[in-house]
C-alpha cells in the first residue's frame, strides 16, 4: 500500500527499503528502527537478557569484594575480647539479603512490580524525613553497639533484652501510651538491677549504660511515642501556644524578673536560653531534651547573677524561666513534656540537676495555663484590655523617647495613641446612643401609661345621633313650619 500510494504522487519508492530488516517479508517501521513489530520484540527480548546477564555479574561482583573486605576486617578485629556471632551472623545475613534484592531487581519479574512499588513510594508521607531517620537509627544502633564491646559478656546480655524489648513493643502498638510507658519503665528498672546485681557493673557504668540504653530504644521509638494520634497532646500544644501569642505583652517587670537586658551580656545569655528551649523539640532522646533544658537553665542563672553581681536564688529562677518561656514559645511544649515524663530514665527525673530543672519548667507551664491579673499585680480592666489588644504596657511615652530613636517607631505610637482616642470616643458615642435609645423607650412606655390612666378614669360615653334638620330647599315644609316659598308676581306692562 505505501509502494502503491507514493507512485500514484509521482514518487518512486523501493519497495524493498520498506521491508523489515530481518528479512521475515512484513514491512518494517521507522519507529522501530526498521523492524516491523515481531521482529522487534525479539531483538528488544535479546538486549534485555544481555543488560540483565550484565547486571547479574555486576552483583555477584560486589557480593565477592564486600565478602572479602567483610573478612579482611575481621581478621584484623580478631585480637579483640569481644565479639558478636549473633549479631555478625546478621550482619552478613542483611548482606546477602541486600544482594539478592539488587539481583531480583534485574529480573524480568521485577518489572512487572515496579508500578507497584513507585504507588507505594508515592504514598509515603516525606521520604527525606525517613530516609534521615533511618540513617540517625543506623548510626545510633552502631554507637551502641561500640559502646557495649567495653562491657564485655553484659553487653551481649544487654544487647539481647533491648532487641526482645524493641520486638514485644512493635507487637504492642495497640496498647495505649501509658501502658508503653509502664513497659518502658519496667524494663529501664529491670536491666539497671541487672546490671547492679547480677554483672556486678560499677554505679558510675550503670548510669552510662542506662543512657545509652535509653539513646538506642527510644531513637528507634520516637516516631511511634511521641505525640501519638491516640492523645490529646497536639491539642493540648496548640493550646499553650495560643495562650503565649495572646500573653505577649507581658512585661518583665510585672513578673518581678531580675534581669537587665539592656546589657549586652544578659541579653545573649537571654537569647542563648530562648534558642536551647526552642532546640528541645529537635531531639528525640528524652535526656538530650532533658539537656537543653539544663542549658538553658544555666544560661538563665548566668543572666541574673550578672544583673544583680551576685548568685541567683530559686525565686528569682522561676519567674525568670517563666518570661524566657513566654519570650521564646516552644514548639510542641507539652508534647515534649509529656514525652520525657512518660519515656525518660525515672533516676534522672527524681535525681540530678536535670530533674530539678525539667520541674521547675513544668511549674512555669502550669503557672502560664493558669496566669491572670491577681498573679501579675493588674486590675481586671487593665488585664481584660491587654489580652483583648487595646492597649499595651509596653508602650512610651513621648517624652522619654531618645534623640536616636527611629521617626517611624515614633509615628507609629502617633498613631497608636490617635486610634486608642478614636475608639474610646467611639466607645462614648455608643453607650450615649443606647441610653438614649432606653430613654426614648422609657418616655413612650409612659406616655401610653398615662393615656391608659386617663381613659379609665375618664371613659367616653358616645351619646346617639340626633335627627338633622331639614334644609331650607325642602319640601318638607310642614313640620318645619315655615312660610311658603314666594312665588314669582307678573306684572303687565
Given amino acids: 500500500k505505501m509502494s502503491l500510494k507514493s507512485e500514484r504522487r509521482g514518487i518512486h519508492v523501493d519497495q524493498s527499503e520498506l521491508l523489515c530488516k530481518k528479512g521475515c517479508g512484513y514491512y518494517g517501521n521507522p519507529a522501530w528502527q526498521g523492524f516491523c513489530s515481531k521482529c522487534w520484540r525479539e531483538e528488544y527480548h535479546k538486549a534485555r537478557q544481555k543488560q540483565i546477564q550484565e547486571d547479574w555479574e555486576l552483583a555477584e561482583r560486589l557480593q565477592r569484594e564486600e565478602e572479602e573486605a567483610y573478612a579482611s576486617s575481621q581478621s584484623t578485629q580478631g585480637a579483640q575480647s569481644l565479639t558478636f556471632s549473633k549479631f555478625e551472623e546478621k550482619k552478613t545475613n542483611e548482606k546477602t539479603r541486600k544482594v539478592t534484592t539488587v539481583k531480583k531487581f534485574f529480573t524480568a519479574s521485577s518489572r512487572a512490580g515496579a508500578k507497584k512499588a513507585e504507588l507505594q513510594e508515592t504514598k509515603a508521607p516525606s ?38 524489648f524493641l520486638d514485644t513493643m512493635n507487637h504492642k502498638r495497640d496498647l495505649s501510651i501509658e ?62 501556644q495560643k495562650r503565649i501569642r495572646a500573653l505577649h505583652w507581658v512585661t518583665p517587670q510585672m513578673l518581678c524578673v531580675p534581669v537587665n537586658e539592656e546589657i549586652p551580656e544578659v541579653s545573649d545569655m537571654v537569647v542563648k536560653a530562648i534558642t536551647d528551649i526552642i532546640e528541645m523539640d529537635s531531639k528525640r532522646v528524652p535526656r538530650e531534651k532533658l539537656a537543653c533544658i539544663t542549658k538553658c537553665s544555666k544560661h538563665i542563672f548566668n ?28 514548639p510542641r511544649l507539652q508534647s515534649n513534656i509529656q514525652y520525657i515524663t512518660r519515656f525518660c530514665n525515672p533516676s534522672r527525673l527524681m535525681t540530678g540537676e536535670d530533674g530539678y530543672y525539667f520541674t521547675n ?33 509596653k508602650k512610651q511615652e513621648s517624652d522619654s523617647w531618645s534623640p536616636d530613636t527611629c521617626l517611624g517607631v515614633k509615628q507609629m ?34 406616655i401610653t401609661k398615662e393615656v391608659q390612666d386617663i381613659v379609665e378614669k375618664y371613659p367616653l360615653e358616645i351619646k346617639p345621633k340626633s335627627q338633622a334638620l331639614a334644609a331650607i330647599d325642602s319640601e318638607n315644609v310642614e313640620n318645619d313650619k315655615l312660610p311658603p316659598p314666594l312665588q314669582p308676581q307678573v306684572y303687565a306692562g
Avoid: H
Fill in 127 to 164: 521520604p527525606s524525613v525517613n530516609r534521615q531517620a533511618s540513617i540517625e537509627t543506623d548510626r545510633v544502633s552502631k554507637e551502641f553497639i561500640e559502646f557495649l564491646k567495653t562491657y564485655q559478656k553484659p553487653g551481649q546480655d544487654i544487647y539481647k533484652q533491648c532487641k526482645l
Fill in 179 to 240: 501502658e508503653q510507658s509502664e513497659c518502658a519503665q519496667d524494663f529501664y528498672q529491670n536491666v539497671a538491677e541487672k546490671l547492679q546485681t547480677r554483672w556486678k557493673v560499677p554505679p558510675e557504668k550503670v548510669e552510662k549504660a542506662m543512657d545509652q540504653i535509653e539513646r538506642y530504644i527510644m531513637t528507634r521509638q520516637y516516631k511511634y511515642v511521641f505525640c501519638p494520634e491516640t492523645t490529646d497532646d497536639e491539642k493540648k500544644d496548640l493550646a499553650v
Fill in 303 to 330: 543572666a541574673i547573677k550578672i544583673t544583680k553581681n551576685e548568685p541567683a536564688s530559686a525565686d528569682d529562677f522561676l519567674p525568670t524561666l517563666i518570661y524566657i518561656v513566654l519570650k521564646g514559645n516552644p
Fill in 361 to 393: 519548667l513544668c511549674c512555669a507551664v502550669a503557672f502560664i495555663e493558669k496566669l491572670d491579673a491577681q498573679s501579675l499585680n493588674l486590675s481586671q480592666e487593665d488585664f481584660d484590655r491587654y489580652m483583648s489588644g487595646q492597649t499595651s504596657p
Fill in 413 to 446: 505610637y502617633k498613631n497608636l495613641d490617635l486610634l486608642s482616642q478614636l475608639n474610646e470616643r467611639q466607645e462614648r458615642i455608643v453607650s450615649e446612643a443606647k441610653k438614649l435609645e432606653k430613654d426614648l423607650i422609657d418616655w413612650t412606655d409612659g
